[in-house]
Structure formats: C-alpha cells, structure tokens
C-alpha cells in the first residue's frame, strides 16, 4: 500500500516536470538532445550550455552571472551538485564587499565538464574548474582546481583518490567510443597517472561548435 502511494506520488511529479521542462529548457544558452533537469533547481540558463544525454539530477544550483557553464555529453549528476562560476571581489579595502561591484581579472571563469562525466551528491564546483573526460566527483567534494581525465575526486578540497583504468584500459575504452582524433594518447594519460594531481584553473574554456540546440557543445579535451 505505502509503495503504491509512493510510486503514484513519484508519478504525480513526473507528470508536472515534463510539461514544466518545455518551456524551460528553452532558455539554457543551448542544449542537445535528452537532456533533462529539475525545473525547481536554480539555473542561470543563458549562460549554460549542455550537450547530449545530460541529466543534471534532483535540485541542483548552477550559477554563471558573469562566466558560463559548459557541459558535455553524457554527464550524470546526483542530487543538489552546486556549480559556481564566480567569487565576490574580496580586496578593495575602505568598502564593503557587498558595495563592490567592479571584479578582479579571476574572479569569474567559466566551469566546463567534459564528457562522460558523473558528478556525485552535493559536489561543489568552483569557478575556472574543468573536468576531464570519464572522472567520477565524489559526494560532497568541494572542486577548487581542474580533474584529469578519468580521475575518481573526492574530499574538501577534492583530490584524486585513484584513476578509474590503468593506462592501456584507458586506451581501450577510448577506442571503443571516440574517433581517433578526440583520443588522448598514451603519453598524456601516462603524464597525468604519474603526477596523480590536480590540474591548474583554465581561463577560457576552449569550446569548438557551440550555438544551435541542434549541434550540441563539444568539449575540447584537456590538452595540458
Ligand atoms: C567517489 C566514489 C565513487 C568512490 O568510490 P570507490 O572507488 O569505491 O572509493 P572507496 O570507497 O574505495 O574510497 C577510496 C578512498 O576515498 C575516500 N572517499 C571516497 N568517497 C569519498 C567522498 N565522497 N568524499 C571524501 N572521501 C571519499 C574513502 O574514504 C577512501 O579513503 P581511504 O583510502 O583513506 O580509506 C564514491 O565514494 C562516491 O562518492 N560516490 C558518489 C555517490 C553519489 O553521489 N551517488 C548519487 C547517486 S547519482
């Protein structure tokens, strides 16, 4: 009885999210298809841009005012992930910070989330942050500087835990799905396995083929 009741509630919720998401989705600076998100999350949606097969999970917060948000294919959130794009100007003295609204050279940088991407519960993303192809962010992480690819994050500040593959599975995985020119080579996967660390902040994200809805964001590999 009480799994009926719960299973037509969830129901009942569906049934008010498709028709909310319509319109909504509109509004995203672009998006590619099967693309689904919570209409009661927090959007800053022109300066949003997400890819194909995205789902952006239960209540998330995605906040750009003065940078973007790129996503790309195939990312999964889990609940309530917080993205930020952007810090207050903290170093004018004589004024308070609410009072400042001329901001510093870093202050506001764009997110990018490569493809393949699963962004565990309630992670923070700072701004400048991007995450590289196939890594995993773990629950509650707070992500202040940029994931290799295929990295598993984790903590406060997020650190790599482990990556998810060996080198040569890597390889194999990345044959099995991309064209061989969006492949990373063995010396790059090598460099970052070795070094098992973070990376720096990017300024701009290097995004190729953004605009119509129809021809979703393509995220340019790290190449660092
Ligand atoms: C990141 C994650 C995938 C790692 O799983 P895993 O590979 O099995 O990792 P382990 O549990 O073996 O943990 C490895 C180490 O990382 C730590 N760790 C794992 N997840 C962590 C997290 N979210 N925050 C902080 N530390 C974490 C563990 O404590 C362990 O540390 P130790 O080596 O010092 O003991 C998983 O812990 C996680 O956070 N999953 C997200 C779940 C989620 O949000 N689901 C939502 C539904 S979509």
Redesign the pocket.
């Given at each position: 009885m009480l799994w009926l009741m719960g299973k037509s509630l969830d129901l009942s919720r569906r049934a008010v999210r498709r028709p909310l998401m319509v319109p909504l989705r509109s509004l995203f600076g672009s998006h590619g298809r099967k693309f689904r998100f919570d209409p009661w999350g927090r959007y800053s949606y022109p300066n949003i841009h997400v890819g194909d097969y995205v789902s952006l999970?239960y209540r998330p917060i995605l906040l750009a005012a003065r940078s973007e948000i790129w996503i790309g294919n195939r990312v999964?959130?889990?609940?309530q992930v917080v993205i930020v794009g952007g810090n207050h100007n903290i170093a004018v003295p004589g004024q308070f910070m609410c009072d400042v609204y001329e901001k510093a050279d870093n202050d506001d940088l764009d997110v990018t989330i490569e493809d393949d991407v699963?962004v565990?519960?309630r992670a923070v993303i700072l701004r400048g942050v991007r995450i590289g192809r196939g890594s995993?962010?773990?629950?509650?992480?707070v992500v202040t500087k940029s994931v290799p690819p295929y990295a598993?994050v984790?903590?406060n500040p997020a650190r790599v835990?482990?990556f998810r593959w060996d080198v040569d599975t890597i390889l194999r995985h990345e044959d099995a799905l991309y064209p061989p020119e969006e492949r990373y080579t063995r010396e790059q996967l090598q460099k970052w396995q070795t070094a098992g660390a973070m990376l720096p902040l990017v300024k701009k994200a290097p995004i190729t083929g953004i605009g119509a809805a129809a021809s979703p964001p393509r995220v340019t590999p790290v190449v660092s």
């Open positions: 999970g999964m959130f889990g609940p699963w565990g519960a995993v962010i773990g629950a509650g992480s598993i984790a903590g835990v482990r």
